[in-house]
């Protein structure tokens, strides 16, 4: 074997590495965007469950005021015994 057959073979394998490694970068590119894009859909549906879920309690609090003080005062208390405890 030569030098020039051994520099053309070693041409040839870096440009072929070169093309599937741009290859690579592209898939990997696109994965990232999708996945940015999933990304901001799923914010937007947390921020919509996030306001629904607020303003039902909301709603439960002007309707049974003195019903969620209570809830508020257990859960309160849940926590100081739980927290009491450590």
Not at 6 to 29: C, F, W
Not at 60 to 75: D, F, L, N, R, T
Request: no cysteine; net charge neutral.
């Amino acid at each position: 074997m030569n030098t020039t057959t051994s520099e053309s073979q070693m041409k040839d394998t870096l440009q072929r590495s070169a093309g599937q490694i741009r290859s690579l970068a592209s898939q990997i590119e696109e994965t990232v965007q999708q996945s940015k894009a999933r990304l901001q859909e799923l914010q937007g549906v947390v921020k919509d469950k996030t306001v629904e879920v607020a303003e039902t309690a909301d709603q439960y609090v002007h309707e049974k005021p003195w019903q969620a003080v209570g809830i508020a005062a257990g859960v309160g208390l849940v926590i100081g015994l739980i927290m009491g405890r450590r």
